[in-house]
T-cell receptor
Framework: SQQGEEDPQALSIQEGENATMNCSYK?????LQWYRQNSGRGLVHLIL?????REKHSGRLRVTLDTSKKSSSLLITASRAADTASYFC????????FGTGTSLTVIP | EPEVTQTPSHQVTQMGQEVILRCVPI?????FYWYRQILGQKVEFLVS????????KSEIFDDQFSVERPDGSNFTLKIRSTKLEDSAMYFC??????????????FGAGSRLTVL
């Protein structure tokens, strides 16, 4: 399985603070993606980083990838209450397996 | 913006009954997926589908499950004889590419299945 595993499992921060989530995986990859899931809703794609990239930005999102350590991090800067959701990483392959996610709570 | 639509949004059924969940993927997408999420648990891969056949399936996708693309737009998941443990949210997803480095999944809003 090329499932990614996120940590921490849960994270609670104040609005305006930065949130950092980590993902570890086991096999070599072509790309890694981060998705967000609001409670009871489908997953929404946030950002994709390819294996030859080390860092990528999209708005308030910053993703890093370290293929030597088989890990990735997602940083959300200046968090907002609307960022409250679960965040998942997923690696490529014939199936997309998702980990258990990081549940982020942003307190207004 | 194109979206994946799923029906019904919520279905309640009796144990042992057959259920069909429907999905309309994005029109130019070629790859289709079903996932399920039991309440409070992780999103689990069930099956992927391409060119009118199953590409991959997980161990969850046993003989009671089947998928079909009956026409050019719908993609269905059938559960033949539902069990209590089939109660979950079922998500359909589609993607344009396959393992090409740009395989971004677009998910539907989900169908909640409650088996009594």
């Amino acid at each position: 399985s090329q499932q990614g595993e996120e940590d921490p499992q849960a994270l609670s921060i104040q609005e305006g603070e930065n949130a950092t989530m980590n993902c570890s995986y086991k096999t070599s990859i072509n790309n890694l993606q981060w998705y967000r899931q609001n409670s009871g809703r489908g997953l929404v794609h946030l950002i994709l980083i390819r294996s030859n990239e080390r860092e990528k930005h999209s708005g308030r999102l910053r993703v890093t990838l370290d293929t030597s350590k088989k890990s990735s991090s997602l940083l959300i800067t200046a968090s907002r209450a609307a960022d409250t959701a679960s965040y998942f990483c997923a690696t490529d392959g014939n199936q997309f397996y998702f980990g258990t996610g990081t549940s982020l709570t942003v307190i207004p | 913006e194109p979206e994946v639509t799923q029906t019904p949004s919520h279905q309640v059924t009796q144990m042992g009954q057959e259920v069909i969940l429907r999905c309309v993927p994005i029109s130019n997408h070629l790859y289709f997926y079903w996932y399920r999420q039991i309440l409070g648990q992780k999103v689990e891969f069930l099956v992927s589908f391409y060119n009118n056949e199953i590409s991959e399936k997980s161990e969850i996708f046993d003989d009671q499950f089947s998928v079909e693309r009956p026409d050019g737009s719908n993609f269905t998941l059938k559960i033949r004889s539902t069990k209590l443990e089939d109660s979950a949210m079922y998500f359909c997803a589609s993607s344009e590419a396959w393992n090409s480095g740009a395989n971004v999944l677009t998910f539907g809003a989900g169908s909640r299945l409650t088996v009594l």
